[in-house]
């Protein structure tokens, strides 16, 4: 059975880092090509979409893709969850995504909830090392507090969700136990 992984999670708790590690792992175990990264698929759906009028459309449009690749092992990073939280934080609306969930969980799929520890000094690090790799973050950066609150969104919209999922703490990294735990997770 393919591995179906949604990882979600507030901005800067380490969600492309850890998707890197679990990626490694799953594309070189089943890679079949020599000359094409075959063996599993990732996906960054956080493209300036989730909170915007073009979210739903573009979550439904992915669903179908998703499908046509039903038998390929497959990671999204964010998807209908960042959604719901992006519309609340910043749009203060609540967004259903029921039909999306039943198509996920019938693809079998299983959300990795990334998350840190609710400390300033750690979110204000990370938030200068964003800005460092990628300067036009400064342009929706926010305060500490603010990632916390977004953090406490996610974590309760996972716990509404009909999918399985795991939570995962990523204040530190690089973090070889998180990826072990992560992989028997998906492999059990």
Request: glycine content about 2%; aromatic content about 14%.
């Amino acid at each position: 059975m393919p591995i179906h992984l949604i990882f979600e999670g507030a901005e800067l708790t380490g969600k492309s880092f850890i998707i890197s590690q679990v990626y490694d792992f799953i594309e070189k175990k089943y890679n079949t090509n020599r000359n094409i990264l075959n063996g599993c698929h990732w996906f960054n759906l956080d493209i300036g979409i989730f909170g915007s009028k073009y979210a739903s459309q573009y979550i439904k449009q992915y669903l179908a893709i998703l499908s046509l690749l039903k038998r390929k092992n497959l990671i999204l990073e964010k998807f209908y969850i960042a959604d719901q939280v992006y519309q609340k934080f910043y749009n203060n609306k609540n967004i259903k995504y029921t039909v999306v969930e039943q198509e996920l969980k019938r693809l079998n799929f299983k959300i990795i909830l990334c998350t840190i520890e609710k400390n300033e000094d750690l979110i204000k690090q990370r938030l200068k090392d964003r800005i460092n790799l990628y300067p036009h973050y400064k342009r929706i950066a926010m305060k500490p507090k603010d990632y916390i609150k977004q953090q406490d969104l996610y974590i309760e919209f996972i716990e509404k969700s009909k999918l399985p999922y795991l939570k995962v703490d990523l204040t530190k990294l690089p973090n070889k136990k998180v990826v072990d735990k992560i992989l028997k997770y998906i492999t059990h």
